[in-house]
């Protein structure tokens, strides 16, 4: 099995180090990753400039860094390798439940590889004051991977884990109401700059991904990439309007 592993955190994130750890346990593992932090970025793709593709030391991994996105990194790396049979994405630096796997780069760099017909899964943890430690959750990645693995129709997962998990949870996107606001502030020139500020007005519900992750459960979320709102679709009638 050839496993593509990638993130949005910069080849020298220690979460993709792990996560390559982790995948040289079911195959072989080649990395491809941005060559600085791309947290955030979503699915944004290059268009208007070239990209290079560079051989970096990575441990005893195959590695390459790209000056591009994490979607840019998984298309060259599926073109260079010409395919993989699963492509992972992480481990995030902050965890991405909810409404962040709208923006989130690691979880575009999975639906990337979806999109390029390999199957993916993206890893976040919670981001602690003392950063996150890798080694004690590296038997429940391995496990994950594992039930993954398993289960040869399941395309596209949302995976996040807690610090100190109590064991895996199937769950569903947290969605939830937020109040935006924009925080004006001056850079140390007087330059006016602006910071952009989100407070959500409702808890998360059971069994949602966040209220697992909460509760202390990794989260397994299977996600799609057709956003149609099908249950709107079927009730609205005439299907056809003419003019």
């Not at 979460?15 to 060559?35: H, I, K, M, T, W």
């Not at 976040?124 to 040869?152: C, H, K, W």
């Not at 001056?186 to 500020?197: K, L, N, Q, T, V």
Request: net charge negative; proline share 8%.
């Amino acid at each position: 099995m050839r496993i593509l592993v990638t993130n949005d955190d910069g080849i020298f994130s220690p979460g993709l180090l792990a996560l390559a750890e982790v995948a040289s346990r079911f195959g072989q593992v080649r990395v491809v990753a941005p060559d600085v932090e791309q947290s955030a970025m979503g699915h944004a793709i290059t268009i208007l400039r070239p990209l290079q593709y560079h051989r970096t030391p990575l441990g005893p991994f195959e590695a390459y860094r790209v000056n591009g996105t994490p979607a840019d990194c998984v298309a060259l790396g599926l073109h260079h390798w010409d395919g993989a049979d699963l492509v992972l994405s992480g481990v995030n630096l902050g965890s991405n439940l909810g409404h962040d796997i709208w923006h989130s780069g690691t979880v575009a760099a999975a639906k990337q590889a979806v999109l390029l017909g390999v199957r993916a899964a993206a890893f976040s943890t919670v981001l602690t004051a003392d950063g996150p430690n890798f080694q004690p959750l590296i038997p429940y990645m391995e496990q994950v991977v594992r039930l993954l693995l398993s289960l040869p129709g399941l395309c596209l997962v949302n995976v996040n884990l807690p610090p100190n998990p109590c064991g895996i949870r199937w769950t569903r996107q947290s969605v939830r109401a937020y109040s935006g606001e924009v925080i004006p502030g001056a850079d140390p020139m007087g330059r006016p700059h602006y910071w952009f500020s989100a407070r959500p007005l409702t808890d998360p519900e059971e069994n949602t991904d966040r209220w697992a992750v909460e509760h202390g459960w990794i989260s397994l979320t299977p996600l799609r990439l057709d956003l149609t709102d099908t249950g709107w679709l079927e009730r609205i009638e005439p299907k056809e309007i003419l003019f």
